[in-house]
Each structure stands twice: as C-alpha cells, then as structure tokens.
C-alpha cells in the first residue's frame, strides 16, 4: 500500500513536469564541467578561468569548449582556486579526516577557533559560532533566543530554513508581505505588545536576485525598538565594497544585529555555515542551540578551505569586484534580446518563464547547447513562476556569457517565449 502511495505521488510529480533530476558531474565544480558517462557537450577537462590579480598565486587553466556552467553558487570561483585546494589538503594532513565527535565534548580543534574568530572580523561582530550548515544556523537560532513572551517577524519569501527555524521556536510569528516596508510597518505595531521583536529577513533572495531594503527595514527596527536578523547565502563573499554583504552594501553594519551565513557557496563552496553577533548571543547558542550540541563538528578540511578563502578576500576585493561587469553584461543583453529578468544588480539572474514545464524543457535544451542551467518551478517558487535561475560567476569569461546569452535565444525562439 505504502509502494503504490509514493509511486502515485511520484507519478504526479513527472506529469506536472516538476520532476527534478541531478545530473552527475565528473570533474570538480567550475565555469566548465565534464558530465558523466559523456554528456551532451561534455569536455574532456575541467578547469577554472583567470580571476583578477590577488596577492596570491591565481589560476588559469586552458578550458577546451564544452559545458559551461551557470547554475552554481561558486560565485567567486573559489572552490577550484588552487590556494584553498592546498589549504584543505594542509588541514586534511594535520588535523585528521573529522573529530567524531560534537564541538563540547572533544570536537573542537584550534581551526575552529580561528575560522570563528576570522568570521567575526571578517563581518566586524564579536563573535561567532561554526554550524554543519547555514540550514542548521537557521535551525538552532530562533529556538535558542526567542520565548512566548518574543515575536518575530519574517519576510513571506524568506529561505525555508528561516521558515522551518521560525516554526522550532515558541515565539509569536508575523509574516510580513515580501519586502513590503508599510506591512512591515503594521505588524511592528501589533507586535509591540511582545518583549523582545526580531524582524527577520535575508539579505539577497535566492530565487528572485532582489536585495532586501535594509536601509529602511533597520529605520523600522530603531523606530519600533527592534532587532534585525539577516542570512546572507547569496551576499557573503561578493555583494558590498568588500564583499562583506548587503549590509555593507547598503551601509547599515551597526545596525545588523546577527548575520546567519554559509561557507558553502561564495567561500569555497564545500559545507559548513555560521553566525556571526554580539558575544553573549553567541555564548548562548553554544550552551542551547540544538543543531550546534548535537552535530558533529566541521571536518578539518572545510574548516581550512573556509580560512583561506576568508583570507583572499580581506587581503583584496578584486574577486568581489569583478562580479557587477560580468553581471551587467548577462542582465543586459538578456533584456536587449527580449526575456524577463527578476531582481537587480545581482549574479543571481532568473529568467522569468511562468511555465514548469517550457523552464524544464528550456534547461534541457539549453544542455544539448553545451549550457548547463537548471528550471525551477513550484514547490521552489510558487505556482505560475517558474524560472531558469542563471548564476554568473567571477570566473566565467565574457566569451562564455555571450554564448549563454546565444543559447537561450535560440531556445527561447524555438520554444515560443520569446517572439
């Protein structure tokens, strides 16, 4: 009864044409990849184009023709670049394969204590604490800090592990319509009864590219004697002067009071996430968060790779920098050639299909053109929103960015979404 069950929901799934297949790579993530078994446009080698000059010896690899891909969050290339290999290799040989063990009980390793102490210079807080991931940063903080007598206050769109954190916690809930300050505004009001308000939040959206209105989201916070919570996934790394987030983008770092955050995308994009806040936040999720007490801690080569990568970029911004050209270049031409692009001034660039079934037949065609790109539609995104969801990375040449832009052209014309 059970088997007939899910292969009837499973059956549902492939008619609604939101079924979704993990294509298998086998070579290292990069600009361009090689695909198992020899894949439509699969290349022979694997490799990474020049990154602008750092003070550090870069790589640049010959890449011959072959999939190139922009569905990744290695937004800076780094989790090819050849520094951070050699730092994960270093911790590997050092400190061992993993702790086997929780951060309280013999799992901490003086790595950890420097990556943690690297994050919260990196973000300019005073502290901060190693998760598995940014998922169970999400997890652990809301439970840990907030009782019946607090109210927080969430964005609709926010990530669903802020969602999934947000219902562990006994606080009372207010949603808040996406990036709406006036609905913000309201519920501030109403929630004022309560002792404690968090307004909750990401910093840059993962499935649209917007970047939240900080600035006025933390005028709210002050006006209404609130904190504000950011995860910034898709920030860390590239958006502001110096990479350090939309907070630094928008210039509201003192008045961002925790940063949830992952090292696995922009920072070497292997596992592992944080958060970074004042002191007895942090001493308090170490004592109560749940994901923090009974996870086992980061393996010693993550923890190395995440170090490193923090390293080249508080010693230049040249790898953050080179995203805004690269990303114009795609954003532009895309809406020159006649497609929908969601969000603004963000490497993450959906292309707006409305249709699951034309993004998922689109992203396959797109792979027999050697592009690899993944549709996205509901229980992703909600219903009639389905995407492409392109992501540019710093180490994507322009070369590559117009042959993309070629790609969905031809397909776009060939499928009906453009005229």
């Excluded at 600009?31 to 198992?36: F, S, V």
Aim: charged content about 25%.
């Amino acid at each position: 009864q059970l088997r007939r069950r899910l292969e009837s929901e499973l059956e549902d799934i492939r008619g609604g044409g939101t079924w979704k297949s993990e294509r298998v790579i086998a070579s290292r993530q990069g600009p361009h990849l090689r695909l198992a078994g020899g894949g439509a446009g699969a290349c022979g080698e694997e490799g990474s184009r020049s990154l602008p000059p750092l003070p550090c010896r870069c790589f640049s690899l010959s890449v011959p023709a072959g999939i190139i891909n922009f569905c990744a969050n290695n937004y800076l290339g780094l989790s090819s670049h050849p520094e951070v290999i050699r730092a994960a290799v270093e911790a590997l040989e050092k400190f061992g394969a993993g702790l086997s063990s929780v951060r309280f009980i013999c799992g901490t390793q003086s790595i950890h204590k420097d990556l943690e102490e690297k994050i919260a210079r990196f973000h300019q807080r005073e502290d901060a604490i190693l998760y598995a991931s940014c998922f169970d940063a999400n997890a652990g903080i809301f439970e840990a800090l907030l009782t019946p007598e607090d109210a927080v206050l969430s964005d609709e769109l926010n990530h669903a592990s802020i969602i999934d954190g947000i219902r562990l916690c006994k606080a009372n809930k207010y949603r808040y319509k996406h990036m709406d300050m006036q609905d913000l505004e309201a519920k501030l009001k109403e929630a004022q009864k309560h002792r404690l308000r968090l307004v909750a939040t990401d910093g840059a959206f993962s499935m649209d590219g917007d970047i939240a209105p900080l600035r006025e989201i933390c005028q709210l916070a002050q006006k209404y004697d609130a904190l504000v919570f950011i995860d910034e996934c898709h920030a860390t790394g590239f958006l502001g002067p110096n990479g350090r987030g939309t907070d630094e983008l928008l210039g509201v770092m003192d008045k961002v009071t925790i940063i949830n955050s992952t090292l696995g995308k922009a920072l070497g994009g292997a596992a592992g996430g944080y958060t970074t806040g004042p002191k007895p936040l942090i001493d308090l999720l170490r004592q109560r968060s749940r994901p923090y007490l009974f996870s086992n801690s980061l393996p010693p080569a993550v923890v190395g790779c995440a170090a490193k990568a923090l390293d080249l970029l508080m010693e230049s911004n040249a790898i953050a920098q080179s995203m805004a050209a690269k990303t114009q270049r795609f954003r532009s031409k895309m809406t020159a050639a006649g497609f929908t692009i969601s969000g603004k001034d963000h490497p993450i660039c959906p292309v707006m299909l409305g249709d699951a079934r034309l993004a998922s037949v689109m992203a396959e065609d797109m792979l027999n053109r050697g592009i690899y790109v993944i549709g996205f539609s509901y229980p992703v995104v909600p219903k009639g929103q389905a995407r492409i969801r392109v992501q540019i990375s710093a180490v994507h040449s322009d070369e590559d960015i117009d042959r993309c832009v070629e790609a969905f052209t031809e397909v776009g014309r060939k499928h009906g979404a453009l005229a």
